[in-house]
């Protein structure tokens, strides 16, 4: 498998940004009993195949990547590379992947299995529902 990467440049790669944003609207989802639950409404970044949104803070016990890839299927994951600098990731639109931000770019595939790079573990995939617009992920 070829490996695609994200373009950025060296400053952006050293310094760990990543592409993908917070929420336009930062009420879109809330946390609790182990449960992250958002609100798609809210949320037209993932209206297009390919958009994504991080989240972090409030009570996150983790910091999350959600997106919505190529294959109509939603995805969240512990937006966490494996390697030393447990770095953030991005989806690489048109690949079914997601990339470090870092110098090093470790890539996974939608499994969470490491596919290039130094990184020494998979990162955590979420189990996901839609029922309606409400996305659930099950972070544990
Ligand atoms: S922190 Fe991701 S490759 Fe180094």
Same mark, same amino acid.
């Given at each position: 498998?070829?490996? $695609?990467?994200?373009?950025?440049?060296? /400053?952006?790669?050293?310094?760990?940004?990543?592409?993908?944003?917070?929420?336009?609207?930062?009420?879109?989802?809330?946390?609790? !009993?182990?449960?992250?639950?958002?609100?798609? #409404?809210?949320?037209?970044?993932? $209206?297009?195949?390919?958009?994504?949104?991080?989240?972090?803070?409030? #009570?996150?016990?983790?910091?999350?990547?959600? /997106?919505?890839?190529? !294959?109509?299927?939603?995805?969240? /994951?512990?937006?966490?590379?494996?390697?030393?600098?447990?770095?953030?990731?991005?989806?690489?639109?048109?690949?079914?992947?997601?990339?470090?931000?870092?110098?090093?770019?470790?890539?996974?595939? /939608?499994?969470?299995? $490491?596919?290039?790079?130094?990184?020494?573990?998979?990162?955590?995939?979420? #189990?996901?529902?839609?029922?309606? !617009?409400?996305?659930?992920?099950?972070?544990?």
């Amino acid at each position: 498998m070829d490996i $695609k990467f994200l373009k950025r440049n060296i /400053f952006q790669r050293i310094l760990g940004l990543p592409i993908t944003s917070a929420p336009i609207d930062p009420t879109c989802w809330s946390y609790a !009993d182990s449960k992250l639950t958002l609100d798609l #409404n809210k949320v037209p970044e993932l $209206k297009q195949a390919g958009g994504a949104i991080r989240l972090e803070g409030k #009570n996150l016990p983790e910091r999350i990547l959600v /997106f919505f890839g190529e !294959d109509g299927k939603y995805y969240v /994951f512990r937006n966490r590379c494996s390697h030393v600098g447990h770095r953030r990731l991005d989806p690489v639109p048109g690949t079914n992947t997601i990339q470090c931000c870092s110098i090093s770019k470790s890539t996974y595939n /939608f499994d969470g299995d $490491k596919i290039y790079g130094p990184a020494p573990h998979p990162v955590i995939r979420y #189990n996901t529902t839609v029922d309606g !617009d409400k996305l659930t992920a099950t972070i544990s």
